[in-house]
């Protein structure tokens, strides 16, 4: 998936979970999922964030049909990990530790989040050994 030029608003990433949990959608599925409601001015809202995903490249447009079907063009992961380093660069001056410090410690991780912390941490142990 492409460099993402500029991050996404609130608005935006509401029609990207909306990709994300449902998958390829046509504008119609996209203002009811994300609005719950119908109607001109709320179809154009819809239809302008996708033009504006498209331009970031976030999205995806299908032109083959009639109906045109927009898919997600970035992971999940990826922009996750996109907003955590803007944080991590105007907060911790580029390191991940304090915001990670502060993640774990504020919220403090179940049983199972522990065991998948530390199986991540081994895993990318393994990765530097070899």
């Not at 608005?11 to 994300?34: H, K, N």
């Not at 409601?37 to 331009?55: I, N």
């Not at 299908?62 to 922009?79: I, K, P, Q």
């Amino acid at each position: 998936m492409g460099d993402l030029q500029q991050d996404v608003t609130e608005a935006e990433l509401a029609v990207l979970q909306a990709l994300w949990d449902s998958g390829p959608s046509t504008i119609r599925q996209l203002v009811d999922r994300v609005y719950g409601q119908s109607g001109t001015s709320v179809y154009a809202t819809v239809q302008k964030l996708l033009e504006r995903l498209e331009t970031k490249r976030c999205v995806a447009r299908d032109r083959s049909g009639a109906v045109h079907m927009f898919r997600a063009a970035v992971h999940r992961d990826e922009l996750i990990g996109r907003r955590l380093r803007a944080v991590a660069d105007s907060l911790c001056g580029g390191s991940m530790t304090p915001l990670l410090t502060h993640l774990v410690e504020g919220k403090g991780l179940s049983a199972k989040e522990q065991r998948e912390l530390r199986a991540l941490i081994e895993r990318l142990d393994g990765r530097k050994r070899k």
